[in-house]
């Protein structure tokens, strides 16, 4: 059929004007990645769910595509008092919900089809967990109260449209009573305040909250604000901590010390009104400190009427020493600072030589030695890395069921091997702990080492409403928003994270990167200027190296390439592993040629690959690979042909081609993605 005829068609089809919404369920690749049976019965609760909305208010399922599904209602106003009932219906952060309204081509199947559809469709991408998106061709078509919670969320122009929309938000409205359904409880535990004379026993306060936070994380049926979020509440703040972090109820207390005498004051207040649910005091001596934090937590568990079973490990005693060694290791291995980690791992060594049958000490030590090793090269089986892993399986030899051991052996795997082995482990971590959001971070790093950086977000948005304010959340939150274009949302969410956390690497990392990406050199080159407090574990050599990639970029793009090669020259001629970074730099600046064959050259002669020519922040070895989907500055490396037989290489493509979960980019190259993978294992092959 010739093109004209099949508009001649397409017109002859009916056509009427209809408001078209569209729903899928948040998180739905992250949710089929750690339970399938689960995500399959969510599925299947929301069609029941929307079965009922489309009978109450006269609509219809025209459209279902996996946890997908499109619908249709005579007006505007009844598609966004159907949208309101559903988030009533269903746990509202677990939809995605967008409408539009306008004329539509109705298929012989009953199918409907056409721009308002497609517009339907992209307003749902685009919308947060729990939101309604709507079209201004819906604002301007309801009336009245419904019409007064319709708030203006700005301009967007939608993917794969060149029309910029504005778009607005359906305020929440409380569920009518008689559907109305009691919203999960939200907890949040605050830094216990040191009450002891000696001002340096803070560690143990916080040591003994956030104690009770892992205690608690290990019961799916609890949702606790992770440590990195409610620990910036000390003092005065902690009266805002409800507000802020969205919890229901706020567990507070206080510990004091003297000597081998202990006091812990706690409370449960319910943050609607105040009141305090219950409270206790426990005096005993130092030794049973982690005996108190399990009772602590079964108590609050109780006041909350959720039934869970408390940790095997919390009936066993630990010795007081070894107890206060821990708190203080993790105290200083939760910075994240490279310069502290040995001092974390002589603490945790300290410890064990008193407890050796105390699981989370060894879990955190395998975690520490993760990091400690080195950056630009696999040390699998030195004796290094052979303690970091017996370190891991030690800790699921007294405990099974110790999920940081799990995330510890993926960190462990070499860089550029065993990707679905990383994953797995963290997915065995969560069926752990499904409430910890370093797990849901974890997981998010290896899809983002991959190339599947849309579940990657998925699992972001997980670690996000668990601990909305935490500086890895949001600092590789942003990385993954600036890798998939979305740079100016990227900066504004890692500058707020820089105001809360001046003195997190990681952090200040991300900022200079997200700045470099968003072409604001001169504010990325202040970061590095000797002004700024040097952040820890940052050294001149790092320095240098960050500024002389600005140095490159601000360059036209003719002398941009020019030093690029001078670069790629450089690296190939000095010693030591071949900085991926330096070449996906080059790669994105018109070398991409050059860049693919200094890479191979390595490859050939057995050079090892690292990360970044710095040390990194905040990152271990194994995490590699996602430098080959970070933002570049420029055309990204995986748009060439050459990048099939890199990736097998680098056993990425025999991990698509197994698990047929595909990265993101083979969607978006400008050739057959799958069928360059294919070609390139199999030319590989002996």
Known sequence: MKDGDAVADEETRPKKLTAVMSIDIAGYSAMTEID??????????????????????????????????????????????????????????SVRVG??????????NGDLLGHTVN?????????????????????????????????????????????????????AMAALKARARRAEPVLAVLPFDNDSDDAGMEYFSDGVADEIILTLMRQSSLRVIGRTSAFQFRGEKKTDAAAVLKASHVLDGAVRRQGEKLRVNTQLIEARDGVVLWSARYDG?????????????????????????????????????????????????????????????????RCLALAPDFAPAWAALASVRAFLLPRDHDIIGQPMHAAAVEAAETALEIDPDCAAAFAALSLLKPAFAEHEEKLRLVREALRRTPNDPSLHVARAAWLYSVGRLREASAAMEVSRRLDPLGPAVESLRASLLSARGAVDTALDIVSNAWVRWPDSAFTWYTMWETLVFAGRYDEAEALTQGDTPPRPAVEAKDIHALRAYVAILRRPERGRRAACDALLAELAAAPGALPISSCMIAAGSGCVERAFDLIDTALDRGRPLRPDPHDGFGTARAQAGLQFFVNNCGEPIWRHPRFARLSARLGLAQYWLSTRKWPDCAEQAPYDFKVACADAVEALSP
């Not at 499109?70 to 009533?88: D, I, K, Q, R, V």
């Not at 409408?99 to 012989?108: E, I, S, T, W, Y």
């Not at 001092?343 to 060594?349: N, S, Y």
Request: hydrophobic share 50%.
């Open 99 to 108: 409408v539009h309204v306008g004329d539509v081509l109705v298929a012989a």
């Open 285 to 349: 001596e130092a030794a049973k400190a982690f005996e108190l934090q399990d009772s602590i937590a079964a108590e609050v568990g109780a006041a909350l009427k959720h039934a869970f079973t408390r940790s095997e490990r919390g009936a066993q005693p630990i010795d007081a020493a070894a107890y206060d060694l821990y708190l203080r290791a993790r105290y200083i291995w939760l910075s994240l600072c490279d310069a502290d980690e040995l001092q974390a791992e002589t603490l945790l060594m």
């Open 119 to 171: 517009v339907a469709a992209r307003l749902q991408q685009i919308a947060q967990p729990g939101v309604v998106v709507v079209s201004h061709d819906v604002c301007r078509a309801v009336r009245g109260k419904l019409a007064q919670r319709l708030h203006a969320a700005g301009s967007v122009q939608l993917d794969k449209m060149g029309e910029t929309l504005d778009i607005f938000t359906l305020e």
């Open 36 to 93: 399938e049976a689960d995500a399959a019965k969510a599925v299947v609760r929301l069609r029941a769910a929307l079965d009922e909305i489309a009978l109450k208010f006269s609509g219809r399922i025209f459209n279902t595509a996996g946890d997908g599904f499109m619908l249709e209602f005579a007006s505007a106003a009844g598609a966004l008092m159907a949208a309101e009932h559903l988030c009533n219906a269903v746990e509202r952060a």
